[in-house]
């Protein structure tokens, strides 16, 4: 896989004929804010059908969907790969040892608030978290596309990436369901742990379902004519996701909540540069530029090609390998969990910052012990 593919938007990008009118689309009726407007809706609605009926028409009848689920998916994702387009087009890589890290720290007392975030509209790469897979379709969740109205909610729609084989049909975002997972957290009281407001969103959304489930009509008149809606089994259908998902969901907000607390506490942590697999001579066009418009013009063509300025997060990580970690060889090893600490400082200790307590893998502790759990992240 080229290291560009390795993000959501990037194999977004090269697999939907539709992009340059989804993005040009956005920024005309939605300009800088994140939430999309009804006329946005209706509009992308509109671009989506044309091209999935074109699509489906090139289709033998048994190869098409046997429902709309595949659209109604792609419709949103249209809408959050445009949005994040129009806002910046920022990428944050986590690696892999970091990654490890933050699987191993704690949430549960992280207060909502407490939060900064770097843009309004911006995706967090993992990698492909082989233990967390969506729909047990081979699906895993390896990213999130995070938009935030300040004061107001975040929204998450977490990614995934196939370790399946795939043709790479044109076709194949009509017939093969892009998955992902959208729940939205509020943010309206900063003192709420992180985990009561994800079970509160759980909750809401169930019962919004429920409401719409009561209201929806078993048929609908089309000219005259009464034909069955299928609105009913559908939202039953996204209920049993929603809640089948949510432990995936779960498990996946420690990644992504540690990794916004890693931006907020250590924002110096992150190098901005092109991928290693960029073109070298097309950087060095850009490194021997003259003038501005040189710059701009090989950065455009690169843009255009599917390279985008990564924020790689943790350059002054160090992994620390378990045989390094332990003191006492005869003793079991297992991980000493890290957390978060919301830590006084300034004139008067007034403000408040958060600091890293690590994780570390060790030995199994002495029954006296009364160290500090972890190591403290400190640049």
Same mark, same amino acid.
């Given at each position: 896989?080229?290291?560009?593919?390795?993000?959501?938007?990037e194999?977004?990008r090269?697999?939907?004929?539709?992009v340059?009118?989804a993005?040009?689309?956005?920024?005309?009726?939605?300009g800088i804010?994140t939430?999309?407007?009804y006329?946005?809706l209706d509009?992308?609605?509109?671009?989506?059908?044309?091209?999935y009926?074109?699509?489906?028409?090139?289709?033998?009848?048994?190869?098409r969907?046997?429902?709309?689920k595949?659209?109604?998916?792609e419709n949103?994702l249209a809408?959050?790969y445009?949005?994040?387009?129009c806002?910046?087009r920022?990428i944050?890589h986590f690696?892999?040892e970091?990654?490890q890290?933050?699987r191993?720290?704690?949430?549960?007392?992280?207060q909502i608030?407490l939060?900064?975030f770097p843009?309004?509209m911006?995706?967090m790469?993992?990698g492909?978290?082989?233990?967390l897979?969506?729909?047990?379709?081979?699906?895993?969740?390896?990213g999130?596309?995070?938009?935030?109205?300040? %004061?107001? +909610?975040?929204?998450?729609?977490?990614?995934?990436? !196939?370790t399946?084989i $795939?043709?790479? @049909? *044109?076709?194949?975002?009509?017939?093969?369901?892009?998955k992902y997972?959208?729940?939205?957290?509020s943010?309206?009281?900063?003192?709420? %742990?992180? +985990?009561?407001?994800l079970?509160?969103?759980?909750? !809401?959304d169930?019962e $919004?379902?429920k @409401? *719409?489930?009561?209201?929806?009509?078993e048929?609908?008149?089309?000219?005259g004519?009464?034909?069955?809606?299928?609105?009913?089994?559908?939202?039953?259908?996204?209920?049993?996701?929603?809640?089948?998902?949510?432990?995936?969901?779960r498990?996946? @907000?420690?990644?992504?909540?540690?990794?916004?607390?890693?931006?907020s506490?250590?924002?110096?942590?992150i190098?901005l540069?092109w991928?290693?697999?960029?073109?070298?001579?097309?950087?060095?066009?850009?490194?021997?530029?003259?003038?501005a418009k040189?710059?701009?013009?090989?950065t455009?063509?690169?843009?255009s090609?599917?390279?985008?300025?990564?924020?790689?997060c943790?350059?002054s990580?160090e992994k620390?390998?378990?045989?390094?970690?332990?003191?006492?060889?005869?003793?079991?090893?297992?991980?000493?969990?890290?957390?978060?600490?919301?830590q006084s400082?300034?004139?008067?200790?007034?403000?408040r910052?958060?600091?890293?307590i690590?994780?570390?893998?060790?030995?199994?502790?002495?029954?006296?012990?009364?160290e500090?759990?972890?190591?403290?992240?400190?640049?």
């Amino acid at each position: 896989m080229a290291e560009t593919e390795r993000y959501h938007p990037e194999r977004y990008r090269i697999s939907r004929p539709f992009v340059k009118q989804a993005i040009a689309l956005y920024s005309n009726l939605t300009g800088i804010t994140t939430i999309s407007n009804y006329d946005t809706l209706d509009a992308m609605h509109s671009l989506l059908k044309d091209y999935y009926n074109y699509e489906l028409s090139l289709l033998p009848f048994e190869q098409r969907p046997n429902n709309t689920k595949n659209f109604s998916n792609e419709n949103a994702l249209a809408l959050h790969y445009s949005s994040w387009s129009c806002h910046g087009r920022q990428i944050f890589h986590f690696g892999d040892e970091i990654n490890q890290q933050f699987r191993h720290t704690d949430i549960d007392q992280i207060q909502i608030g407490l939060i900064n975030f770097p843009y309004n509209m911006f995706y967090m790469s993992f990698g492909i978290q082989n233990d967390l897979p969506l729909d047990n379709e081979q699906n895993f969740v390896d990213g999130a596309y995070i938009s935030v109205i300040p %004061n107001e +909610l975040i929204q998450v729609v977490l990614t995934t990436n !196939s370790t399946a084989i $795939r043709k790479k @049909l *044109s076709s194949d975002w009509v017939t093969i369901r892009d998955k992902y997972y959208f729940l939205s957290l509020s943010l309206k009281e900063p003192s709420q %742990n992180i +985990l009561d407001v994800l079970e509160e969103s759980l909750e !809401s959304d169930l019962e $919004r379902s429920k @409401l *719409s489930l009561e209201k929806a009509q078993e048929t609908i008149n089309i000219d005259g004519v009464k034909i069955k809606s299928r609105r009913r089994e559908n939202i039953k259908v996204e209920d049993a996701e929603l809640l089948e998902g949510f432990p995936v969901f779960r498990e996946s @907000l420690r990644l992504i909540i540690n990794g916004l607390c890693y931006l907020s506490a250590y924002p110096d942590d992150i190098d901005l540069r092109w991928p290693d697999d960029t073109p070298k001579s097309m950087l060095d066009k850009i490194n021997s530029a003259t003038k501005a418009k040189e710059v701009q013009r090989t950065t455009s063509k690169l843009t255009s090609m599917g390279y985008t300025k990564i924020n790689y997060c943790g350059k002054s990580f160090e992994k620390k390998s378990p045989s390094t970690l332990g003191v006492n060889n005869e003793l079991r090893t297992h991980w000493r969990r890290g957390h978060w600490r919301n830590q006084s400082h300034g004139i008067n200790m007034s403000q408040r910052k958060i600091i890293w307590i690590m994780p570390v893998m060790v030995k199994k502790e002495k029954p006296n012990s009364t160290e500090e759990s972890g190591h403290i992240y400190l640049m």
